[in-house]
């Protein structure tokens, strides 16, 4: 064993002084650079991972916290800020159990629990007063805490006081908010009144009116400001978008039709349209005849009253009561002549259609519709080659297509108003206008760019796994103790076999260079089969 370590260490200073000044340079400096990578990677994983337990604390809370789990032995990182504290993966979860356990962080604030814990026959009512407003104030705070984007939140409440006489005038309630939001933060309307309506629900008597909110850049958040720009802004890009939507429907519609059959890049098709965003709600109360040809209802009560008199005297007249002996109300009778009486009434109650209609129009109606129409003659330099049936066919097809969308047309001579808005062009189309939807396309730059990334990563896919099969196949391949020694025959001089052999003899002049044990054996075995 001894000899083999010399002649070891014998090969390796052979070896050493056969390189030149750089080379042994090189070597030195390529152990040195494993040795340092190795301890700095061995110190790198022995440190702990720290996971973020804590954040948003103040000082106080902070401080008290990092007291606790050092008193535990267990290390803390404190941010730059000493807003957050990190401690190790493995005791983050424990940490937390324990420390939530014991009331930790102890940063004085308020919650409905504190009823339960202060509760006695002892508390006085403003102590009460100040426990139940330091609750609610808190309470505010988390739901405020819990919206996307805001870090932190500091509410105060001013409750109108109680007073001894009851009166109609009602005190109402104030609140003042700051918010520290994330950087880069712009809260639109929506969210300004959502923030208010949260906050003047949650209390008792609070109008929006006496709401105050701002942040920590003394940037206040009014419920008005700029609300009526900013919705005029937004309908104004709404209405806009449903034009454009509008148009270009009806374009690619139309296009796809003419295209079809005159041939795709032979018609250019512009819409503009006018769109009416105006609504109207209204209700209607009507009363309409049952029967619209005689203009009456059906009759539910008939009642017909009939009187006849003949004789002396006169017919019922006069005025009605004026005699000395006549009675109020009845009419009296002339005397001295005959005469005959007849009256005839008819009261008749009909029952008619009620109508109670409310009516609320849709959010947009196509008041007016314009149509242009290029077509490419058969004959580009001949406008002629275009038949005129074929543009008739054109602006019958293209009125059909105004007279649907419309929702009101004119009245009077709709045919020639609708005909005014169509136009059919029989010209070169020289510059063709694609009105399919734009598709955000890949630039040929891009393309070739992501080819080569591909080959390069084909190409090293390839090569690894070509490198791999060969290193498994050397790996496989016997040993030359294991491999059968045959003699060379001595009859024929062969170039080839001479080549093999002195490969195998370089072969086994480096195994026994490189690796003197295994050439021990090998000679062991040549001499046990020379025995045999």
């Known amino acids: 064993m001894n000899e083999q370590l010399l002649k070891f260490k014998d090969n390796i200073r052979h070896q050493w002084r056969g390189l030149s000044r750089n080379q042994q340079l090189m070597v030195v400096g390529i152990i040195l650079f494993i040795l340092v990578s190795i301890t700095m990677l061995i110190f790198w994983a022995s440190q702990p991972e720290y996971t973020t337990i804590y954040t948003n604390l103040s000082p106080s809370e902070a401080g008290e916290i990092v007291a606790e789990i050092e008193s535990q032995g267990i290390p803390v990182d404190i941010s730059s800020d000493g ?33 339960s814990e202060n509760m006695g026959l002892g508390m006085t009512d403003q102590q009460f007063d100040v426990v139940h407003r330091g609750a609610v104030e808190n309470q505010i705070r988390y739901l405020i805490e819990e919206i996307d984007g805001i870090e932190k939140a500091q509410v105060m409440i001013t409750m109108p006081t109680e007073r001894v006489f009851v009166s109609d005038d009602q005190e109402a309630a104030s609140a003042s908010v700051v918010l520290t939001t994330r950087p880069n933060l712009n809260l639109n309307q929506t969210q300004i009144q959502g923030l208010y309506h949260l906050i003047s629900r949650s209390v008792p008597n609070l109008p929006v009116e006496n709401i105050v909110i701002m942040d920590h850049n ?138 109670h209609r409310q009516i609320e129009s849709s959010p947009y109606t196509i008041e007016d519709l314009t149509i242009h129409v290029g077509v490419e003659p058969p004959v580009p330099d001949d406008p002629d080659s275009l038949t005129p049936d074929t543009i008739t066919d054109i602006q019958t097809m293209l009125s059909s297509v105004v007279s649907t969308y419309l929702s009101t047309p004119p009245e009077e001579a709709p045919e020639e108003w609708i005909q005014d808005k169509i136009t059919v062009l029989a010209q070169d189309l020289h510059g063709r206008t694609d009105v399919t939807e734009d598709t955000s396309g890949i630039s040929p730059a891009w393309l070739y760019l992501i080819g080569a990334i591909a080959v390069f990563a084909i190409g090293g896919t390839v090569f690894t796994l070509v490198k791999r099969n060969k290193s498994s196949n050397a790996e496989d391949e016997p040993p030359l103790n294991a491999r059968p020694l045959t003699q060379p025959a001595v009859d024929d001089y062969d170039f080839e076999k001479d080549n093999e052999e002195t490969a195998r003899r370089k072969r086994i002049e480096r195994l026994a260079k490189n690796k003197p044990e295994e050439f021990a054996k090998l000679l062991r075995t040549w001499l046990s089969d020379d025995e045999r």
Not at 270 to 287: G, H, M, P
Not at 326 to 337: L, R, S, T
């Open 83 to 115: 807003s957050s504290v990190r401690v190790p993966s493995a005791e983050a979860s424990r940490l937390k159990v324990e420390l939530a356990h014991a009331g930790i962080p102890r940063s004085g604030n308020i919650n409905y629990s504190t009823f």
């Open 218 to 355: 003394w940037r206040a958040y009014e419920l008005n400001a700029g609300s009526d720009s900013q919705s005029t802004i937004e309908t104004h890009q709404t209405q806009r978008q449903i034009r454009r939507d509008i148009e270009r429907d009806i374009q690619r519609e139309l296009h796809t039709l003419l295209g079809t059959v005159m041939g795709m890049d032979k018609v250019v098709v512009s819409v503009f349209a006018n769109v009416d965003f105006s609504q109207e709600q209204r209700e209607e109360s009507l009363v309409e005849p049952v029967d619209p040809d005689t203009n009456e209802g059906i009759a539910i009560s008939i009642e017909r009253i009939q009187e006849t008199f003949a004789g002396e005297g006169g017919e019922p007249g006069g005025i009605p009561g004026t005699g000395s002996t006549d009675i109020a109300g009845y009419q009296g009778a002339n005397q001295g002549q005959d005469s005959e009486y007849e009256r005839m009434e008819e009261r008749i109650n009909r029952e008619v259609n009620r109508i």
